[in-house]
């Protein structure tokens, strides 16, 4: 299958050995690119939190290029969205991760049954843009916490010629969706090729991100039964 990867460049090259190693032929499209604000993080660290929690493992990055002035928070409980961002926070040096399943909502409901923990507020690091589905299940079930935007994902640009080749030269058959932003970049730069791609496989992590698809697509949707890249590898 020729299989479009629209996660950012470092994540993608991943995705593309996986895919290459399964006989698939990869097709390099990130849609984003990270910029890491470690100030941010740094000031937001400095201040009154009772845990940490990611969804994503650029956060982890952000954390990781800290350097010297991330060990005084590395034994300090922290909780990540899934399996992939937990592994990436061990191997940045954390030593107490409490893993979710996989989304924000599942993440924010672990997170409610420990909240008799938290004497202070959760400091969640945070992307922009994200999907408020964590944020709204703590404030759902009364976990305090703050907000720290300590990354950007800004769209990268591609020319029409550029996006054309990538999509129908030849033609793709699947495309990878990872977030509910990577969806909509991905329809918007695909607008113009969409009658062409009436049989490619939408692969959705989640139905959250599946909801981004174009209603005349939906008989295209997969969605991951588990929300992670082995997940999405098992529906192609």
């Known amino acids: 299958m020729r299989v479009v990867v629209t996660r950012p ?9 996986r895919l290459q190693n399964l006989g698939h032929q990869p097709v390099l499209l990130p ?15 400095a201040g009154p939190h ?19 002035n991330l060990p005084p ?15 990436a926070a061990k191997d940045a040096g954390f030593r107490n991760i409490r893993p979710g399943s996989g989304t924000g909502a599942e993440l924010a409901q672990l997170i409610a049954g420990y909240a008799s923990d938290l004497d202070t507020p959760l400091l ?7 999907s408020p589905k ?7 079930k009364g976990v305090p916490f703050v907000a720290a935007e300590v990354y950007e994902m800004t769209p990268i640009a591609y020319d029409e010629v550029f996006i054309r080749n990538a ?7 699947a495309v990878l969706l990872y977030s509910r932003e990577n969806a909509r970049l991905f329809c918007n730069l695909a607008a113009p090729h969409l009658k062409e791609l009436a049989s490619v496989q939408f692969v959705c992590l989640s139905d959250n991100v599946a909801e981004i698809i174009p209603r005349e ?7 991951a039964s588990h929300p992670d890249e082995d997940g999405i590898f098992a529906l192609l």
Do not use: C, M, W
Request: proline fraction near 3%; glycine fraction near 6%.
């Open 9 to 17: 460049e470092n994540s993608a090259r991943r995705t593309a050995e």
């Open 31 to 45: 849609l984003t690119k990270a910029i890491h604000l470690p100030d941010v993080a740094t000031a937001a660290l």
């Open 50 to 68: 009772a845990a940490l929690a990611v969804t994503s493992t650029e956060a982890v990055r952000v954390l990781h290029s800290l350097g010297e």
């Open 73 to 87: 928070y590395l034994d300090q409980t922290l909780y990540a969205v899934g399996e992939t961002t937990a592994k």
């Open 124 to 130: 969640y690091l945070a992307g922009k843009p994200r």
């Open 134 to 140: 964590f944020e709204d299940g703590l404030q759902a």
């Open 167 to 173: 999509l129908l030269g030849p033609s793709a058959d």
């Open 217 to 223: 697509f939906h008989r295209n949707i997969k969605i």
